[in-house]
């Protein structure tokens, strides 16, 4: 089992940066594909990006590709998410996740799990 904690969030002017962290416990953290979600107020929960294992594969919606980055540090049992160009429709509450499924997967249902969750307003 793995427990995650997500950092990073805030308040940020529209074109601004912020880079969320996502720390997990447990000894097994690289052999957890892991992914970033975000969920809106009054919208369904949507994959965002996700990295395999090794960090060799990342995959992003389309929405963020371009913007965002995501990456891992497995000697830091962390997964961060680089954030910039920011634009208000990027609001929403953002959610780490992490899968023993067999490859990276935008799909929330493949995910065992999930962190608590952190805020992120962009103004306009």
């Known amino acids: 089992q793995v427990q995650l904690v997500e950092s990073g969030g805030g308040l940020v002017q529209a074109g601004g940066s912020l880079r969320l962290s996502c720390a997990a416990s447990?000894?097994?953290?690289?052999?957890?594909?892991m992914g970033w979600f975000r969920q809106a107020p009054g919208k369904e929960r949507e994959f965002v990006a996700t990295?395999?294992?090794?960090?060799?594969?990342?995959n992003y919606a389309d929405s963020v590709k371009g913007r965002f980055t995501i990456s891992r540090d497995n000697a830091k049992n962390t997964v961060y998410l680089q954030m910039n160009s920011l634009k208000p429709e990027d609001t929403a509450v953002y959610y780490c996740?992490?899968?023993?499924?067999?490859?990276?997967?935008?799909?929330?249902?493949?995910?065992?799990?999930w962190g608590q969750g952190t805020q992120v307003t962009v103004s306009s």
């Open positions: 990295i395999s294992r090794s960090a060799i594969i990342t």
């Open positions: 996740a992490a899968s023993l499924g067999p490859g990276t997967t935008s799909a929330a249902g493949r995910y065992d799990y």
């Open positions: 447990g000894r097994t953290f690289s052999s957890y594909i």
